[in-house]
């Protein structure tokens, strides 16, 4: 079982970038909860954006629209658009999977990628 994700980089303040996480053949993204975590230097883990099962989406208050999550079962490929970047949205990003209806908490999730560093400057 593996994420793989992609699509990090530094950027402006105001910019965008769109990440991906690659999911193999082992999971089945129509069973699994798929999500967005970050994690920024001496702050906790927090989960970004959730696509659950019936393919209803959450978002963190922080990032409410500006981020969308979007997912593509054929190539099982999981996406986040990230628009209208702020300084604050530094982190590294992690793409994260687990059997069943999504959760809020890290703890729950089975399978995490390597993770994808976003830099935003001002």
């Known amino acids: 079982v593996q994420l793989v994700e992609s699509g990090g980089g530094s950027v402006q303040a105001g910019g965008s970038l769109r990440l991906s996480c690659a999911a193999s053949?082992?999971?089945?993204?129509?069973?699994?909860?798929m999500a967005w975590f970050r994690q920024a230097p001496g702050k906790e883990r927090e989960a970004v954006a959730l696509?659950?099962?019936?393919?209803?989406?959450y978002y963190a208050n922080s990032v409410k629209g500006r981020f969308t999550i979007a997912q593509d079962n054929a190539e099982s490929t999981l996406w986040l658009h990230m628009n209208s970047l702020k300084p604050e949205d530094s982190a590294m990003y992690y793409c994260?999977?687990?059997?069943?209806?999504?959760?809020?908490?890290?703890?729950?999730?089975?399978?995490w990628g390597q993770g994808t560093q976003v830099t935003v400057s001002s």
């Open positions: 994260a999977a687990r059997y069943g209806r999504c959760s809020w908490d890290g703890a729950d999730f089975t399978y």
């Open positions: 053949r082992y999971i089945a993204l129509t069973d699994d909860c």
């Open positions: 696509f659950d099962l019936d393919a209803s989406t």
